[in-house]
């Protein structure tokens, strides 16, 4: 698929483990909303911002509420969008290593 970004949706923090949130909360880094989208590719940018209930008059560029982010989660490169302090993590072709709360 053309434009199709390299960093797939793995899932959302309530779905992780403490340790592997806080690993990649360490990691973080704030990107643009146009890196963030090129990171992911423009179809699944349009499927998270309609599933978080965004339109046309409701902007997610319009709302605070929302950050762009690049960070390391279990062992792999990630991007991650924060949505009321809840995150939804992409990684790199949708791969993640060991979780740390495995590596005690």
């Given amino acids: 698929m053309k434009n199709a970004g390299r960093f797939h949706f793995v899932h959302s923090c309530p779905s992780s483990t403490y340790e592997d949130i ?3 909360m360490e990691s ?4 643009s909303l146009a890196t963030f989208r090129s990171a992911i590719g423009p179809q699944q940018w349009r499927e998270i911002r309609d599933n978080l209930g965004y339109d046309h008059y409701l902007p997610i560029s319009k709302d605070w509420h929302v950050g762009y ?3 390391v989660y279990r062992h792999t490169p990630a991007y991650f969008l924060r949505h009321s302090r809840i995150e939804y993590i ?3 072709d949708g791969k993640m290593g060991p979780s740390h709360s495995e590596e005690s």
Avoid: D, H, I, N
């Fill in 69 to 71: 982010y690049k960070g």
């Fill in 22 to 24: 806080q690993a990649l």
């Fill in 28 to 31: 973080e880094r704030s990107v």
């Fill in 90 to 92: 992409f990684t790199l």
